[in-house]
Each structure stands twice: as C-alpha cells, then as structure tokens.
T-cell receptor, first 111, second 114 residues
Framework: SQQGEEDPQALSIQEGENATMNCSYK?????LQWYRQNSGRGLVHLIL?????REKHSGRLRVTLDTSKKSSSLLITASRAADTASYFC???????????FGTGTRLKVLA | EPEVTQTPSHQVTQMGQEVILRCVPI?????FYWYRQILGQKVEFLVS????????KSEIFDDQFSVERPDGSNFTLKIRSTKLEDSAMYFC????????????FGPGTRLTVL
C-alpha cells in the first residue's frame, strides 16, 4: 500500500451514528493531519496530531495515532448530514516540507 | 479569519497553451505549496516554496512547471505548455512558519485542458 491509505474507501451511515475512518502510512512521521473535502471544494484542516501524541479531541472529532502500527483513526461522533464529505489523512513523511495525502474515505451521512 | 484565496476558480485552456494559476496565501505565512488533485484521485504534492526559492518538488513538477512570488502577496503556478493530463484541481496552501505544521488550503482552481 502507498503512504497514506485510508479505509474504508466509502462509508454510509445514519445521522446520529459514529463514523470511524482509518489511515495507514509507511514512513516515520513528525505529525499526521486530517482534512475534509466537500465535493469539488477545497481542503479544510480538521486536526493535527504529533508523533508523540496518542489521542486528540476537537469537538465531535477524536483522532488516535499508533506509531508502532503506523496508523491513525478519525472518529466522528453523533454524525450529521453536514459531515458528508471526503476525509483525507496527510503525513509529513519524516520532516520533509511536503504532505503526502491518502486516497480518502468518502463519508455519506443519511438524514 | 484569514484564508488562502485562489483565482480563477475555473480555467479552461487549449492544449499547448500557457496558464498561470494565482494564489494569495495568508499574509504572515512563510511557506507556500502547490498540490493537485486529478478528478477522483488523491491530492498530490507538486512543490514547496520558502524564502523565494523552491524547497522541494515532486517528480510531477517538471520543466513545464514554474512557481513565482512576484510580490509580497501573490504566489503563482505557471504551466508553460499544458497537456490533457494537466486537467485537475490545483490547490495552493500556506503555512505560518517552520514550527507550525498546519497547512491551510485555498479553495482550488479547476483547470480543464481541451
């Protein structure tokens, strides 16, 4: 798999349910970020977690990071129809200037 | 809240033509980036720019591409001779400084090469 692979590729849930998306990466990182992209629009930064952090919260978002497994998860609790979007993880690939994005998870929240 | 802006939102061009995509990063940011996203695919890094020079570039960023910060506010991406496969969304991003890792993205320019 490539650096930054999310799974599932697509997820469909009912409003009010929790949504969990996973991201795996291959190289060492300094930090990992999650972004949201509404269809055909720009990328919105959601949360950044550093390599020395294991869990981080922001509102209804909870991100975990397991550097031993080179994986991260994004949990959206009590989902809303407005959460419908694609979600991407991005890693800094060990301190380089660039970010490497994953393939994304397309989340659909049904009202 | 300050944000990254990009113009135009949609650019249509003929194959072989030159295009310039424009970005205005957040005003006190020091690091600038271009990424692209071919429809339905992942976001791909093109180039990073700091202190008026390229910091890093990907294999995609060949001699047909160039970047410039012509003044204190604009950051441009030029494609000299567009190809069909250059059709994509192009995102500009900026970052405050070395210690703040978050990259803030603009809304993107959709480039269509006919």
């Amino acid at each position: 798999s490539q650096q930054g692979e999310e799974d599932p590729q697509a997820l469909s849930i009912q409003e009010g349910e929790n949504a969990t998306m996973n991201c795996s990466y291959k190289t060492s990182i300094n930090n990992l970020q999650w972004y949201r992209q509404n269809s055909g629009r720009g990328l919105v930064h959601l949360i950044l977690i550093r390599s020395n952090e294991r869990e981080k919260h922001s509102g209804r978002l909870r991100v975990t990071l397991d550097t031993s497994k080179k994986s991260s998860s994004l949990l959206i609790t009590a989902s809303r129809a407005a959460d419908t979007a694609s979600y991407f993880c991005a890693t800094d690939a060990g301190g380089t200037y660039k970010y490497i994005f994953g393939t994304g998870t397309r989340l659909k929240v049904l009202a | 809240e300050p944000e990254v802006t990009q113009t135009p939102s949609h650019q249509v061009t003929q194959m072989g033509q030159e295009v310039i995509l424009r970005c205005v990063p957040i005003s006190n940011h020091l690091y600038f980036y271009w990424y692209r996203q071919i429809l339905g695919q992942k976001v791909e890094f093109l180039v990073s720019f700091y202190n008026n020079e390229i910091s890093e570039k990907s294999e995609i960023f060949d001699d047909q591409f160039s970047v410039e910060r012509p003044d204190g506010s604009n950051f441009t991406l030029k494609i000299r001779s567009t190809k069909l496969e250059d059709s994509a969304m192009y995102f500009c991003a900026s970052r405050l400084n070395f210690f703040i890792d978050t990259q803030y993205f603009g809304p993107g320019t959709r480039l269509t090469v006919l």
